[in-house]
C-alpha cells in the first residue's frame, strides 16, 4: 500500500505530511511555537480535535489556552472529566451542569448532603483520571440514538417494558 504524502501549511510554512496523519502528530513533527499547551486547530478554518485525521491539502493553525476558543475547549474537556469523576464515585447518580458562573461553573446533583470531602473525593478522582493520560474519543452517533439516550437519562422515557 503506497503512502500517499499531501501539502499542510502552517503559519504560511508548507510541509509535506502522509495523508491520514492526525492533527496531534503534526504539532509534535512541526510546530513549536505555542508558549501554550495545544487543545485543538483550525482546519481550513474550521476547528477539529487534535484525533482528526488529515486527508488532502489543508491550512492549519493551532489553538491553544492563550485563545478563546482554547480556553472554551479546555473548560468542555474539564467538565467532562467532572461529569465522568462524579458518575465513578457516585453511580447511579445525576449532574445537572447548569450555566457559568464568573470563572466557574454551577450544578445540582441528586446526592444528598454532597460537603467539601464529598467534592474532594471527586476532585481527586479527576486528578486520577488527569494522570491516567485517556484521550477523549468522539464517536458519531445518529441523531434518533441521541435523543433516546438524552430522553432516558433524564428520565423522560421509561427502558422498561
Request: hydrophobic share 35%.
Given at each position: 500500500m503506497e503512502n500517499?504524502?499531501?501539502?499542510?501549511?502552517?503559519?504560511?510554512?508548507?510541509?509535506?505530511?502522509?495523508?491520514?496523519?492526525?492533527?496531534?502528530?503534526?504539532?509534535?513533527?512541526?510546530?513549536?511555537d505555542s508558549k501554550s499547551i495545544v487543545v485543538a486547530a483550525y482546519v481550513n478554518n474550521e476547528i477539529r480535535e487534535l484525533t482528526y485525521a488529515v486527508t488532502e491539502d489543508c491550512n492549519i493553525t493551532f489553538i491553544d489556552l492563550s485563545t478563546a476558543d482554547g480556553a472554551r475547549i479546555y473548560e468542555r474537556s474539564l467538565t467532562f472529566l467532572l461529569v465522568?469523576?462524579?458518575?465513578?464515585?457516585?453511580?447511579?447518580?445525576?449532574?445537572?451542569?447548569?450555566?457559568?458562573?464568573?470563572?466557574?461553573?454551577?450544578?445540582?446533583?441528586?446526592?444528598?448532603?454532597?460537603?467539601?470531602?464529598?467534592?474532594?473525593?471527586?476532585?481527586?478522582?479527576?486528578?486520577?483520571?488527569?494522570?491516567?493520560?485517556?484521550?477523549f474519543e468522539k464517536r458519531p452517533c445518529p441523531p434518533k440514538r441521541q435523543s433516546n439516550f438524552l430522553l432516558t437519562r433524564t428520565g423522560l422515557i421509561s427502558t422498561e417494558r
Open positions: 500517499k504524502s499531501i501539502t499542510v501549511t502552517i503559519d504560511g510554512k508548507k510541509y509535506s505530511v502522509t495523508k491520514g496523519s492526525t492533527l496531534e502528530q503534526i504539532k509534535n513533527d512541526f510546530y513549536s465522568k469523576a462524579f458518575h465513578d464515585i457516585f453511580p447511579g447518580e445525576s449532574l445537572e451542569i447548569c450555566h457559568s458562573v464568573s470563572k466557574g461553573l454551577f450544578f445540582e446533583c441528586s446526592v444528598r448532603g454532597l460537603d467539601e470531602n464529598g467534592v474532594k473525593i471527586i476532585e481527586a478522582r479527576m486528578r486520577e483520571l488527569v494522570n491516567m493520560d485517556l484521550p
